[in-house]
Antibody
Protein backbone atom coordinates (compact mmCIF):
# COMPACT_ATOMS: atom_id res chain seq x y z
CA UNK A 1 0.00 0.00 0.00
CA UNK A 2 1.34 3.40 -0.98
CA UNK A 3 1.77 5.74 1.98
CA UNK A 4 2.92 9.35 1.99
CA UNK A 5 3.60 11.03 5.33
CA UNK A 6 4.34 14.75 5.50
CA UNK A 7 6.09 16.49 8.36
CA UNK A 8 7.77 19.76 9.23
CA UNK A 9 4.87 22.21 9.28
CA UNK A 10 4.49 24.84 11.95
CA UNK A 11 4.24 28.54 12.77
CA UNK A 12 6.75 30.81 11.03
CA UNK A 13 7.10 34.58 10.94
CA UNK A 14 6.84 36.42 7.63
CA UNK A 15 10.19 36.33 5.86
CA UNK A 16 11.17 33.13 7.61
CA UNK A 17 12.08 29.70 6.28
CA UNK A 18 10.94 26.14 6.78
CA UNK A 19 11.56 22.75 5.21
CA UNK A 20 8.79 20.23 4.70
CA UNK A 21 9.45 16.52 4.29
CA UNK A 22 7.45 13.66 2.84
CA UNK A 23 8.33 10.05 3.58
CA UNK A 24 7.13 7.58 0.96
CA UNK A 25 6.58 3.85 1.25
CA UNK A 26 4.85 1.10 -0.71
CA UNK A 27 6.16 2.25 -4.07
CA UNK A 28 9.42 2.34 -5.99
CA UNK A 29 9.94 5.98 -5.13
CA UNK A 30 12.63 6.64 -7.72
CA UNK A 31 10.23 5.72 -10.55
CA UNK A 32 7.72 8.54 -10.08
CA UNK A 33 7.30 12.27 -10.38
CA UNK A 34 6.43 13.79 -7.02
CA UNK A 35 4.31 16.85 -6.29
CA UNK A 36 3.63 19.32 -3.55
CA UNK A 37 0.05 20.64 -3.46
CA UNK A 38 -1.33 23.16 -0.98
CA UNK A 39 -4.70 24.24 0.28
CA UNK A 40 -5.16 27.61 1.97
CA UNK A 41 -7.84 27.79 4.69
CA UNK A 42 -11.28 27.57 3.11
CA UNK A 43 -9.84 27.47 -0.40
CA UNK A 44 -9.31 24.91 -3.15
CA UNK A 45 -6.32 22.83 -4.12
CA UNK A 46 -3.26 24.47 -5.69
CA UNK A 47 -0.37 22.62 -7.24
CA UNK A 48 2.91 24.10 -5.95
CA UNK A 49 5.81 22.16 -7.46
CA UNK A 50 6.91 18.88 -8.92
CA UNK A 51 10.13 17.01 -9.52
CA UNK A 52 11.18 14.42 -12.04
CA UNK A 53 12.12 10.91 -11.01
CA UNK A 54 15.87 11.58 -10.89
CA UNK A 55 15.54 15.16 -9.65
CA UNK A 56 16.93 16.60 -12.88
CA UNK A 57 13.85 18.71 -13.62
CA UNK A 58 11.70 20.79 -11.31
CA UNK A 59 8.68 22.98 -11.95
CA UNK A 60 6.90 25.57 -9.83
CA UNK A 61 3.76 27.64 -9.74
CA UNK A 62 4.65 31.26 -10.47
CA UNK A 63 3.81 32.49 -6.96
CA UNK A 64 6.62 30.44 -5.36
CA UNK A 65 9.33 30.63 -8.02
CA UNK A 66 12.60 31.85 -6.54
CA UNK A 67 11.38 31.23 -2.98
CA UNK A 68 10.62 27.49 -2.80
CA UNK A 69 12.87 24.59 -3.80
CA UNK A 70 11.62 21.04 -4.28
CA UNK A 71 14.13 18.21 -3.93
CA UNK A 72 14.22 14.49 -3.33
CA UNK A 73 16.46 11.79 -1.89
CA UNK A 74 15.68 8.54 -3.67
CA UNK A 75 17.94 6.57 -1.31
CA UNK A 76 15.77 7.72 1.62
CA UNK A 77 12.44 7.59 -0.28
CA UNK A 78 11.92 11.19 0.72
CA UNK A 79 10.62 14.39 -0.84
CA UNK A 80 11.36 17.88 0.44
CA UNK A 81 10.16 21.44 0.04
CA UNK A 82 12.47 24.19 1.20
CA UNK A 83 10.46 27.36 1.66
CA UNK A 84 12.17 30.73 2.07
CA UNK A 85 10.91 34.32 2.26
CA UNK A 86 7.58 33.07 3.52
CA UNK A 87 4.49 35.24 3.23
CA UNK A 88 1.12 35.22 4.94
CA UNK A 89 -0.43 33.95 1.72
CA UNK A 90 1.70 30.79 1.94
CA UNK A 91 -0.37 29.72 4.94
CA UNK A 92 -1.90 26.39 3.95
CA UNK A 93 -1.98 22.67 4.45
CA UNK A 94 0.77 21.21 2.28
CA UNK A 95 0.29 17.77 0.76
CA UNK A 96 2.71 15.58 -1.10
CA UNK A 97 1.08 13.66 -3.89
CA UNK A 98 1.99 11.37 -6.72
CA UNK A 99 0.34 9.40 -9.49
CA UNK A 100 1.24 5.72 -9.80
CA UNK A 101 -0.20 3.88 -12.78
CA UNK A 102 -2.80 6.63 -13.12
CA UNK A 103 -3.84 6.36 -9.45
CA UNK A 104 -3.48 9.48 -7.30
CA UNK A 105 -1.96 9.07 -3.85
CA UNK A 106 -1.97 11.82 -1.22
CA UNK A 107 -0.58 12.22 2.23
CA UNK A 108 -2.48 13.56 5.24
CA UNK A 109 -0.87 16.99 4.92
CA UNK A 110 1.11 19.28 7.20
CA UNK A 111 -0.03 22.77 8.22
CA UNK A 112 2.13 25.82 7.64
CA UNK A 113 1.06 29.05 9.29
CA UNK A 114 2.91 32.24 8.40
CA UNK A 115 2.09 34.93 10.93
CA UNK A 116 3.75 37.38 13.28
CA UNK B 1 -0.91 25.34 -18.14
CA UNK B 2 -4.06 23.24 -18.30
CA UNK B 3 -7.00 25.00 -16.66
CA UNK B 4 -9.77 22.87 -15.19
CA UNK B 5 -13.28 24.34 -14.95
CA UNK B 6 -16.01 22.67 -12.89
CA UNK B 7 -19.75 23.21 -12.96
CA UNK B 8 -21.75 23.71 -10.87
CA UNK B 9 -19.77 25.16 -7.96
CA UNK B 10 -22.57 24.28 -5.57
CA UNK B 11 -25.06 21.44 -5.78
CA UNK B 12 -27.94 21.02 -3.32
CA UNK B 13 -29.27 17.50 -3.68
CA UNK B 14 -32.06 15.48 -2.07
CA UNK B 15 -31.00 12.25 -0.40
CA UNK B 16 -31.53 9.32 -2.73
CA UNK B 17 -31.53 11.50 -5.84
CA UNK B 18 -28.77 11.57 -8.47
CA UNK B 19 -26.09 14.24 -8.76
CA UNK B 20 -23.77 15.17 -11.57
CA UNK B 21 -20.65 17.35 -11.77
CA UNK B 22 -18.97 18.46 -14.98
CA UNK B 23 -15.34 19.27 -15.57
CA UNK B 24 -13.81 20.79 -18.67
CA UNK B 25 -10.09 21.09 -19.41
CA UNK B 26 -8.58 23.88 -21.48
CA UNK B 27 -6.79 21.32 -23.64
CA UNK B 28 -6.96 17.60 -24.31
CA UNK B 29 -5.90 15.38 -21.42
CA UNK B 30 -4.71 12.58 -23.68
CA UNK B 31 -1.10 11.89 -22.68
CA UNK B 32 1.57 10.76 -25.13
CA UNK B 33 1.19 7.27 -23.59
CA UNK B 34 -2.46 7.19 -24.70
CA UNK B 35 -3.96 7.53 -21.22
CA UNK B 36 -6.00 10.46 -19.94
CA UNK B 37 -5.01 11.28 -16.38
CA UNK B 38 -8.28 12.70 -15.13
CA UNK B 39 -9.28 11.95 -11.56
CA UNK B 40 -12.08 12.87 -9.18
CA UNK B 41 -11.34 13.58 -5.53
CA UNK B 42 -13.70 14.01 -2.56
CA UNK B 43 -12.84 16.07 0.48
CA UNK B 44 -14.65 16.39 3.77
CA UNK B 45 -13.86 19.28 6.14
CA UNK B 46 -10.59 18.81 7.99
CA UNK B 47 -9.61 15.79 5.94
CA UNK B 48 -7.26 15.28 2.98
CA UNK B 49 -8.71 14.66 -0.47
CA UNK B 50 -9.73 11.08 -1.11
CA UNK B 51 -9.51 9.49 -4.54
CA UNK B 52 -12.79 8.30 -6.05
CA UNK B 53 -12.14 7.86 -9.77
CA UNK B 54 -8.90 7.70 -11.77
CA UNK B 55 -8.17 7.67 -15.51
CA UNK B 56 -11.65 9.06 -16.24
CA UNK B 57 -13.77 6.07 -15.28
CA UNK B 58 -11.93 3.68 -12.94
CA UNK B 59 -13.28 3.46 -9.40
CA UNK B 60 -10.58 3.35 -6.75
CA UNK B 61 -10.53 0.51 -4.24
CA UNK B 62 -13.41 0.69 -1.77
CA UNK B 63 -15.36 3.36 -3.64
CA UNK B 64 -19.10 2.54 -3.83
CA UNK B 65 -20.46 1.72 -7.26
CA UNK B 66 -22.94 4.59 -7.05
CA UNK B 67 -19.99 6.74 -8.19
CA UNK B 68 -19.14 6.70 -11.89
CA UNK B 69 -16.95 8.74 -14.18
CA UNK B 70 -17.14 9.32 -17.91
CA UNK B 71 -15.88 11.55 -20.68
CA UNK B 72 -13.04 11.99 -23.11
CA UNK B 73 -10.72 14.63 -24.51
CA UNK B 74 -11.68 17.81 -22.65
CA UNK B 75 -15.11 17.04 -21.15
CA UNK B 76 -15.66 14.82 -18.14
CA UNK B 77 -18.48 14.00 -15.73
CA UNK B 78 -18.80 12.52 -12.25
CA UNK B 79 -22.18 11.00 -11.45
CA UNK B 80 -23.59 9.81 -8.16
CA UNK B 81 -26.57 7.58 -8.84
CA UNK B 82 -28.22 8.01 -5.42
CA UNK B 83 -26.77 10.56 -3.01
CA UNK B 84 -26.20 9.43 0.56
CA UNK B 85 -25.53 11.61 3.59
CA UNK B 86 -21.82 10.65 3.66
CA UNK B 87 -21.37 12.08 0.14
CA UNK B 88 -21.47 15.70 1.32
CA UNK B 89 -18.28 17.68 0.91
CA UNK B 90 -16.29 19.18 -1.93
CA UNK B 91 -15.53 17.33 -5.15
CA UNK B 92 -12.52 18.21 -7.30
CA UNK B 93 -11.52 17.09 -10.75
CA UNK B 94 -7.76 16.81 -11.19
CA UNK B 95 -5.54 16.32 -14.22
CA UNK B 96 -2.03 14.85 -14.10
CA UNK B 97 -1.39 14.73 -17.84
CA UNK B 98 0.66 17.91 -17.65
CA UNK B 99 1.81 18.89 -14.17
CA UNK B 100 -1.12 18.59 -11.73
CA UNK B 101 -4.01 21.02 -11.77
CA UNK B 102 -7.46 21.07 -10.20
CA UNK B 103 -10.93 22.36 -10.74
CA UNK B 104 -12.30 24.98 -8.36
CA UNK B 105 -14.29 22.39 -6.42
CA UNK B 106 -18.01 21.64 -6.26
CA UNK B 107 -19.71 21.72 -2.88
CA UNK B 108 -22.31 18.99 -2.54
CA UNK B 109 -24.87 19.59 0.17
CA UNK B 110 -28.14 18.00 1.17
CA UNK B 111 -31.33 19.99 0.62
Amino acid sequence: EVQLVESGGGLVQPGGSLRLSCAASGLTFSHYYMNWVRQAPGKGLEWVANIKQDGSETYYVDSVKGRFTISRDNARNSLYLQMNSLRAEDTAVYYCATVVGGVDYWGQGTLLTVSS
Amino acid sequence: DIVMTQTPLSSPVTLGQPASISCRSSQSLVHSDGNSYLSWLHQRPGQPPRLLIYKISNRFSGVPDRFSGSGAGTDFTLKISRVEAEDVGVYYCAQATQFYTFGQGTKLEIK
